[in-house]
């Protein structure tokens, strides 16, 4: 892999990552940064990727909280209306 290739890569993660918790589209400025820097990935698979390392991460941050909700659901009817 060329070493402009994986600095492309580096900084659309980069980009991925900033945009991710923001509401704006984290997919549409990867695809315009991608773009814009000639990063050309087969079949988007990159973009994917990338989508579900932002998935997975949010899910680690988030994995307690959920757990917790998940044991509480049946008896806890705040968490019940908020589900």
């Known amino acids: 892999m060329e070493s402009q290739t994986i600095v ?3 900084l659309l993660g ?6 991710e918790f923001i509401p704006v589209s ?3 400025h990867i695809l315009l940064a991608g773009h814009f820097l000639g990063f050309h ?5 990159f973009e994917i990727l990338i989508q579900l390392g ?3 991460a ?3 941050v ?3 909280k959920l757990w917790q909700m998940l044991v509480k659901l049946p ?3 705040q968490i019940k209306h908020f589900v």
């Open 58 to 60: 949010i899910l680690s």
């Open 54 to 56: 932002a998935i997975l």
């Open 75 to 77: 008896s806890d009817p």
């Open 8 to 10: 492309e890569a580096l």
């Open 41 to 45: 990935s087969t079949g988007k698979a």
């Open 62 to 64: 988030y994995f307690g």
């Open 14 to 19: 980069l980009l991925e990552g900033l945009t």
């Open 26 to 28: 984290s997919t549409g």
